[in-house]
C-alpha cells in the first residue's frame, strides 16, 4: 500500500467468489497491511462470501467453513463488515465485530416492474429462502409459493413438488446463489409441469460453475436475473442472462457507515 493509512476510515471491496482461497488470501494480506499501517477502521465490503453454504455440519466429521473463514477475516484485522445477501443469516453471527448484511430485494422488485409480468408469484426454492422470496413479494404485492427438493448429493438436486398457486401465473423463482444450476432448473421445470405461464428467476450471487447456463436454457428459463456481486466470464453474458448493478446499494451503505448513519433505514424506506 502506497500511501499512507494512518488513521483513516478504509473501506476494502472483495468478493470472494472462484477462485476462492485465492481471493480470500489476498483480503487477509491487504486487511493485515491496513492493520500495520495504523488504520484508524477497516470495514470489509463482502458482496458475496465464499464457503458460505458451509455455515453448518451435515455429515459427521466436517468443518463449518464459513465460521472459520470468520474468524480468518477478523483476525487479519477487520474492524467490521458489509456483507450482501448470505446464504445463512445465521452467518452474521459468526463475527464478533459489528457487521452489516445488505438485501438485494429492492433491486430485483423494481427491475421486475418494468416487466410485462402477469399475476405474478414469486418462488422459493425451498424453506430455506422464504424469507428471502418473502421480501420480494412484499414489495411486488404477490402471493408466495415454495419448491420442495430432496438433494441426493452436494451437486443433484431432485424437485419433486411445488407448494401454491403457480397455474396460469408469471413465476418468479428467488434464490441467493446459482452454482451449478441444478436446483433452479429443475424448480423451473417442475413449475412448467404444473402450468405456470412464464418462469423468471433472480439470483443474486452468479457463480455460474461448468455448464449451469446450458442448464437454464434447457429448463426454458425466460430471463436469469442476477447482480454483479460475481465476475461473470464474458461467454457466458447474453440471453438469458441479465446483469444488475448493487453498485449503488453498495456505495450508499459505505458512506452511511463512513458517516455512523444507520445502514438499515436503506431497507425502510
Known sequence: IEDSMRGHDV????????????????????????R??????????????GYARKERKTQPREPISAKLVANFITLAGADRLLLFDLHAEAIEGFFDVPTDHLSPHRIFSEYLKTLNLKHLTIVAPDAGGGRRAEAVA?????????????????????VI???????????VVVEDIITTGGTVSKL??????????????????????????????????????VTDTVPIPAEKLGPP?????????????????????????????
Open 161 to 171: 413438488a411445488v407448494s401454491g398457486d403457480v397455474k396460469g401465473r408469471d413465476c
Open 11 to 34: 473501506f476494502v471491496i472483495q468478493p470472494t467468489s472462484p477462485p476462492v482461497n485465492e481471493h480470500l488470501m489476498e483480503l487477509f494480506i491487504i486487511l493485515d497491511a491496513l
Open 36 to 49: 500495520r499501517a495504523s488504520a484508524g477502521r477497516v470495514t470489509a465490503v463482502i458482496p458475496y462470501y
Open 188 to 225: 423451473a421445470i417442475a413449475l412448467r409441469q404444473q402450468g405456470a405461464n412464464r418462469v423468471l428467476i433472480a439470483a443474486t450471487h452468479p457463480v455460474l460453475t461448468g455448464d449451469a447456463m446450458d442448464r437454464l436454457r434447457k429448463a426454458d428459463v425466460e430471463q436469469v436475473i
Open 138 to 158: 412484499n414489495d411486488l404485492g404477490a402471493p408466495i409459493a415454495f419448491g420442495y427438493k430432496r438433494r441426493d448429493d452436494e451437486q443433484s438436486v431432485e
Open 241 to 269: 442472462l441479465t446483469l444488475l448493478s448493487v453498485a449503488p446499494l453498495l456505495a450508499e451503505a459505505i458512506i452511511r457507515v463512513h458517516e455512523n448513519r444507520s445502514v438499515s433505514e436503506l431497507f425502510q424506506q
